[in-house]
């Protein structure tokens, strides 16, 4: 059974008091996760008992210290359903997933070859393909998103020609919380052949994962935005495609063999782990996914759709407010994002946080969205499964504060003036 506060008591951070006498509010989930004291005490538990390299040693604790770390990837390969470890890359954190891939499916693509993103990508999925633009001279097209902040499939449809090597998408938007219909995008990229990336930063800490029913080609997501450490980040994709993939960096254990001459690389996914990893915090990682399946992903994302509802209903009543998010709550469940003409986001983020609340405000790495909803910055909020609707209560109540302070809600001007502005 779904116990919040039973499940909060394994947090110790969501114990802290802000500013002396305030209890912290934690509802900057899309950003990062907090974590579980099992996992703390896994990074604990490693350092002091088994810690050693991997792969190499011949010794107890590199023995001990190698099977926590490759039993990770049977974790993973359960978790999103792909069909061996193998398929499995230790990196980073999503951006280093989706720059190897720019980076070494780059290597083959030719002068004129195309790269199609959408316009609801987060930075970490435009950068890396300006980078192989700059280097390759290919070119990037952007579907658009609608008025009802969804993707535009018929126009993304249109934008794929013989010459699209790769669609790279988010399966959820990190700024309108927007699910995106993979397995509709799969079969065109299969159709014309193009490889489909997925970029799963804001989905995979939150609902159920099959990579291949999905049928991407690529899965990339990071430990840290499901109660992991940061500095693991997991790309999962066909063995075939990263067999035919250069390798992204060199040394350490990306090889089988070097002479004077040259050198011949390590099997996947090895071929793409060059040096020594981060071993605790990948262990610890694999806590964590042990720790949310528990719980149940069905569960959590009962509880973020409810939570959502709850948030929006509240929010509502504020009708000088913006809300950059489709209708339909199960399209976005987790990550609410608002603005409005008057009162600047990092204004409301600094005021919340003197009640103890922690939101994000900013562009949120989006900056081309931003341009797109016509602003230069939002609020967001954003939920997880140890948030309650008693929190929920006192963040409208802060905002409800800084409202007042800039008087938002007084001046029937300004609100005459918020009206036109959103109605635009």
Not at 195 to 204: E, G, N, P, R, Y
């Amino acid at each position: 059974m779904f116990d919040v506060n039973k499940i909060r008591k394994d947090f110790p951070i969501l114990e802290r008091k802000i500013w002396g006498d305030k209890q912290l509010i934690y509802l900057d989930n899309a950003a990062t996760t907090q974590k579980p004291k099992i996992v703390i005490d896994a990074i604990v538990q490693y350092y002091e008992t088994y810690n050693a390299n991997i792969h190499r040693g011949v010794h107890k604790l590199a023995e001990e210290a190698t099977a926590a770390y490759e039993n990770v990837r049977e974790k993973v390969k359960k978790y999103v359903s792909c069909d061996s470890n193998s398929e499995i890359v230790f990196t980073r954190n999503t951006t280093e997933s989706i720059n190897l891939l720019a980076y070494s499916l780059g290597e083959s693509f030719s002068e004129g070859d195309e790269i199609l993103l959408t316009e609801m990508e987060h930075h970490s999925n435009i950068v890396p393909w300006y980078l192989l633009r700059n280097r390759k001279k290919v070119n990037i097209k952007f579907a658009p998103i609608t008025d009802q902040y969804e993707l535009d499939y018929e126009k993304l449809e249109k934008l794929i020609t013989k010459k699209t090597k790769v669609i790279s998408i988010t399966h959820k938007s990190n700024v309108l919380g927007t699910v995106n219909d993979i397995k509709k995008i799969a079969k065109l990229a299969k159709t014309n052949g193009s490889i489909l990336i997925v970029d799963a930063a804001q989905s995979a800490p939150h609902m159920k994962i099959d990579f291949s029913d999905l049928g991407c080609d690529f899965l990339a997501f990071s430990s840290h935005k499901m109660c992991g450490p940061t500095g693991v980040g997991l790309l999962v994709g066909k063995k075939e495609l990263f067999e035919k993939m250069s390798p992204f960096l060199g040394g350490g254990e990306m090889i089988r063999k070097v002479t004077f001459e040259d050198f011949t690389t390590n099997d996947v996914p090895w071929k793409f782990e060059a040096g020594t990893p981060n071993i605790a915090d990948v262990i610890a990682f694999g806590v964590a996914l042990d720790y949310i399946q528990k719980i149940g992903l069905d569960s959590i994302y009962k509880h973020e759709i409810e939570l959502t509802q709850y948030a929006l209903t509240k929010l509502r009543k504020f009708d000088f407010l913006k809300i950059y998010a489709p209708a339909d709550v199960n399209k976005h469940a987790g990550i609410i994002t608002f603005a409005n003409p008057v009162v600047h986001p990092h204004d409301i983020a600094t005021i919340v946080d003197q009640e103890g609340i922690a939101i994000r405000a900013g562009h949120h790495c989006a900056q081309p969205l931003m341009k797109k909803l016509g602003v230069s910055a939002t609020s967001r909020a954003s939920l997880y499964f140890y948030n309650t609707k008693d929190e929920i209560d006192v963040f409208i109540g802060a905002l409800q504060k800084a409202f007042d302070y800039f008087e938002l809600g007084a001046c029937k001007e300004l609100k005459e003036k918020v009206g036109e502005r959103i109605s635009k």
